[in-house]
């Protein structure tokens, strides 16, 4: 009896002592006296996990190829044919390419109005459903990456940094289940908010802030963006409206959407380091195809 | 004092392994078992509740700690402290079940974390959630209980026989062990 009241006390007092730490974290924000704590984590950890990775990554690509082995076959097959025609385009562009690039400077408006990436590979990936969906990059600051900054791969928008070490960062995806992303109906332009569904990055939960607008399924959803691209971007395809939840009497309207990236299987992905020079205050949405189409 | 460090250690190990194998693995379902959660579920069953929520606040410290942590620091402390006691408490009430203690458990931890989640972590609970994503982690937890519970407890239990329910399995070592010298 006497050990159980121990038991109990003790439990009590941990569990205590972990809403201690939740409500201090939480209520202090950037500036947690527990961040110099994560920090250190991070540097530690990060470090331990890029060794960990290299060894695991192996591994991981062998049980991936056994997974993808009966489509391998044909997949290369269709890639060899490909590959043939690649050629052929590739001799013919060389010769073009020269002359473009005597046109691109004489524009002077290359290095202007792009937004600049650096590539990351994915190390670590932690999944708790209805938790939190977040991965491990194997850029730092000494690369610039700094909190709040957009993750997004060749496919679309994957995320945000959160927590960035001396050569690893944190970055939470959308999917996770207590991330909100500012988004926009392509088309009607109408504002909404990206959430996770909960479904492992499967699925995002689009909650449209008009509800007498129409949203049907195969709508694009692109982000927001806010002052200087923190955290989001503007103009990053999001997903692809799947299925719209009826809520009649509702002052908002649900869509479920499938995210374009696959956040499910990250490997490669990009930091957005610094936004375009150009303030994108006005530009409401940006011209289709420099960011927006590349899908 | 040492075995606990010991066990501490291969926690950490184990979380590193989680995050950067385990969980990348191209698993049916997308889904992948809680390695972590487990091994403090057969501490918590070697070495009963109070033992298993210190174990089990430890381990989810160092979850909050270790790199792809994007919530507030002690969500996943509460979640494993509250599994570890539970199945501290559960194994020494009836210490006959252990094994379905330990798939018990294995189910019921990440219903823990979405809870968790839901309350604390500022996340929105939806129907979606608890068909789709809780399911395949709650089977593969099951699936990879037997054998992770076993091994935990295996390694808590080689250092130190004065257990919960070890009595006989102890007269019986101290036997063979009395029979095995010279």
Known sequence: MKDTRQARATVGLLLASALVLMTVDHRSGENSPLGPLRGAGTAVFGAVEQAGASVARPVV??????????????????????NERLRYALAAQALDHRRSAELHRLLGTAGLGGYEVVPAQVIARRNVPGFEEAVELDVG??????PEMTVLNGDGLVGRVVQVGPSTSTAALISAPASSVGARLEGSGEIGVVRGAGENGRLLHFRLLDSATPITRGQR???FGSQRGVPYVAGVPIGVVERVEATP???TRIAYARPYADLTALNVVGVVVRPPARNPRDAVLPPAGQNGAGR | MNRDALSAGLVLLLMAVQVTFVNRLPLPGDAAPDLVLLAVVGYALARGARAGAVMGFTAGLFGDLLPPAAHEMGQYALVLCLVGFVAGRWAESRPEAGLAVALGCAALGPVVA??????FGGAEAGVVALTGGLLPVMLYNVLAA??????????VRGRDRSRVRSRERGARRAGRLAGGRP
């Open chain 1, 61 to 82: 690509r062998f049980f991936e190829a056994v997974a993808a082995a009966p489509e391998a076959q044909r997949r290369i097959e269709e890639l060899r044919g490909e």
């Open chain 1, 141 to 146: 600051s000494a690369d610039g990456v700094r």
């Open chain 1, 221 to 223: 959803i692109v982000s």
């Open chain 1, 249 to 251: 009497g509702e002052l």
């Open chain 2, 114 to 119: 979405v809870v968790v989640g839901v309350v």
């Open chain 2, 146 to 155: 037997p054998p992770m519970v076993w091994a935990a407890t295996r390694v």
